[in-house]
């Protein structure tokens, strides 16, 4: 199906294997992704960290099917925004894609901020702004060069971080065997019936479901993809489920080690563990691995995603022309890219103290987003996590939509023409 029956004509360069978008997928979600936020599902869930994830992997996977349906019968760049555009209404369309720039506009400054955390104990006298800016700085650099480059760079660094999680399971599980921790993997992680509650594992779900956010991002690769209109949905479902197992492996294996630890912090909470399997040694490099794969890797995907929501948006003149322009030697939407970079660095800034906040609030966008997508199982799933949300994080949400709701009301009521900025 060629993207020419829906109006538009190809403009990004169409370079990505199915195998890409798996890999894409799985950098963008981050096999170690629980490493950065392990503390703060441990406390919400009171222990039971795999059980959450395993209700967020359910949610996730329904919303995954519901991708991989609508990504085979419109197979443009848009994502969500598109599909809630051409499957409800315009308005549900841009309501579902102003959501989720909520998420994918923040999530970039939630992972340098993250990487920043990691960065600490290593190098406490360089503050977190010098960070963001290298971050920031190289991840544009890269995504404005093109997604053939981006693809390659993302293959050395999944095998990256998958070798550095087989290191850790290897010596977690040596350590357990020794009587480190609970002795022994046991089932305590999966289900404590003195601390269990939905309304528990709905909160920790809610954050831990932040580690998911990205398989939806393989959809907007979708006018760079060339293996045909399936590739899309097939590498969506595949990526959300091998990510999945390993976060529930990992988090099993990290609670069990935590038996009887008070962490220091719930923000080093993961480094704390590996620390006590095997030595500073290991804490080292988890720290290095998480920065590498927290501020380049998945930060990387992040932007690239975002910038094609931008770029989507703004080729229906719903957010300024200006973002739908594309770089005619590199066929990238390259003011998208550097507006995400802006953002980012504006966003990092503000919530430099306050990341759990920032956490809520990408997964309140993501969610609402994901709500408008399908009607499903995995949307009670979803909305029971959105009601049992902290109130900041729905306060912030909530204050988003109102903004869209005003913004779109000057645009259809009050502009009544397509939004375009002439330069």
Same mark, same amino acid.
Request: proline share 3%; glycine share 8%.
């Given at each position: 199906?060629?993207?020419?029956?829906?109006?538009?004509?190809?403009?990004?360069? %169409?370079?990505?294997?199915?195998?890409?978008?798996?890999?894409?997928?799985?950098?963008?979600?981050?096999?170690?992704?629980?490493? =950065?936020?392990?503390?703060?599902?441990?406390? @919400?869930?009171?222990?039971?960290?795999?059980?959450?994830?395993?209700?967020?992997?359910?949610?996730?996977?329904?919303? *995954? !099917?519901?991708?991989?349906?609508?990504? %085979?019968?419109?197979?443009?760049?848009?994502?969500?925004?598109?599909? &809630?555009? +051409?499957?409800?209404?315009?308005?549900?369309?841009?309501?579902?894609?102003?959501?989720?720039?909520?998420?994918?506009?923040?999530?970039? =400054?939630?992972?340098?901020?993250?990487? *920043?955390?990691?960065?600490?104990?290593?190098?406490?006298?360089?503050?977190?702004?010098?960070?963001?800016?290298?971050?920031?700085?190289?991840?544009?650099?890269?995504?404005?060069?093109?997604?053939?480059?981006?693809?390659?760079?993302? +293959?050395?660094?999944?095998?990256?971080?998958?070798?550095?999680?087989?290191?850790?399971?290897?010596?977690?599980?040596?350590?357990?065997?020794?009587?480190?921790?609970?002795?022994?993997?046991?089932?305590?992680?999966?289900?404590?019936?003195?601390?269990?509650?939905?309304?528990?594992?709905?909160?920790?779900?809610?954050?831990?479901?932040? =580690?998911?956010?990205?398989? @939806?991002?393989? =959809?907007?690769?979708?006018?760079?993809? +060339?293996?045909?209109?399936?590739?899309?949905?097939?590498?969506?479902?595949?990526?959300?489920?091998?990510?999945?197992?390993?976060?529930?492996?990992?988090?099993?294996?990290?609670?069990?080690?935590?038996?009887? !630890?008070?962490?220091?912090?719930?923000?080093?909470?993961?480094?704390?563990?590996?620390? %006590?399997?095997?030595?500073?040694?290991?804490?080292?490099?988890?720290? #290095?691995?998480?920065?590498?794969?927290?501020?380049?890797?998945?930060?990387? &995907? *992040?932007?690239?995603?975002?910038?094609?929501?931008?770029?989507?948006?703004?080729?229906?003149?719903?957010?300024?022309?200006?973002?739908?322009?594309?770089?005619?030697?590199?066929?990238?939407?390259?003011?998208?890219?550097?507006?995400?970079?802006?953002?980012?660095?504006? *966003?990092?800034?503000?919530? &430099?103290? %306050?990341?759990? @906040?920032?956490? +809520?609030?990408?997964?309140?966008? &993501?969610?609402?987003?994901?709500?408008?997508?399908?009607?499903?199982?995995?949307?009670?799933?979803?909305?029971?996590?959105?009601?049992?949300?902290?109130?900041?994080?729905?306060?912030?949400?909530?204050?988003? #939509?109102?903004?869209?709701?005003?913004?779109?009301?000057?645009?259809?009521?009050?502009?009544?023409?397509?939004?375009?900025?002439?330069?």
């Amino acid at each position: 199906m060629s993207i020419e029956e829906f109006g538009y004509k190809d403009q990004l360069h %169409r370079a990505l294997t199915t195998k890409d978008l798996v890999i894409y997928g799985m950098i963008f979600m981050v096999p170690i992704a629980p490493y =950065s936020v392990f503390g703060f599902v441990y406390n @919400d869930a009171k222990g039971m960290v795999p059980l959450a994830y395993l209700v967020g992997l359910v949610g996730m996977f329904f919303t *995954a !099917m519901s991708y991989a349906s609508m990504s %085979r019968a419109f197979p443009l760049a848009g994502s969500v925004y598109t599909y &809630a555009q +051409r499957g409800l209404h315009e308005a549900a369309g841009f309501f579902s894609g102003w959501l989720i720039l909520l998420d994918y506009i923040l999530i970039p =400054s939630l992972l340098y901020l993250l990487s *920043a955390v990691a960065l600490r104990p290593i190098l406490p006298s360089v503050p977190a702004w010098i960070w963001l800016v290298v971050f920031i700085s190289f991840n544009a650099a890269a995504n404005l060069i093109g997604i053939q480059f981006t693809a390659r760079l993302n +293959r050395y660094l999944l095998v990256m971080e998958l070798l550095v999680l087989a290191l850790f399971v290897v010596v977690g599980l040596l350590a357990l065997h020794a009587g480190q921790g609970a002795g022994s993997l046991t089932l305590k992680p999966i289900y404590d019936p003195h601390v269990f509650s939905f309304a528990t594992v709905a909160g920790a779900t809610s954050i831990a479901v932040l =580690s998911f956010l990205g398989f @939806d991002g393989v =959809s907007t690769l979708a006018e760079e993809s +060339r293996s045909g209109k399936n590739a899309v949905g097939r590498a969506t479902v595949l990526a959300l489920v091998l990510v999945g197992a390993l976060f529930m492996l990992q988090t099993w294996i990290a609670t069990d080690l935590s038996a009887g !630890m008070h962490f220091s912090s719930a923000e080093t909470a993961f480094y704390e563990i590996t620390e %006590r399997a095997g030595g500073a040694w290991l804490r080292l490099i988890t720290i #290095i691995a998480v920065v590498i794969a927290t501020a380049i890797a998945n930060a990387m &995907a *992040a932007q690239a995603a975002v910038s094609r929501i931008l770029f989507a948006m703004a080729r229906d003149s719903k957010l300024p022309a200006i973002l739908a322009k594309v770089h005619p030697r590199f066929k990238t939407p390259y003011i998208s890219t550097m507006a995400v970079a802006g953002i980012s660095l504006a *966003a990092g800034l503000l919530f &430099a103290e %306050r990341i759990d @906040d920032l956490a +809520r609030v990408v997964n309140f966008g &993501a969610l609402t987003g994901f709500v408008l997508l399908h009607l499903s199982v995995g949307m009670l799933i979803i909305v029971y996590v959105l009601y049992e949300m902290d109130r900041a994080a729905k306060i912030l949400g909530l204050g988003w #939509i109102v903004i869209g709701a005003f913004y779109y009301l000057v645009l259809t009521l009050l502009i009544k023409k397509p939004v375009a900025l002439k330069i």
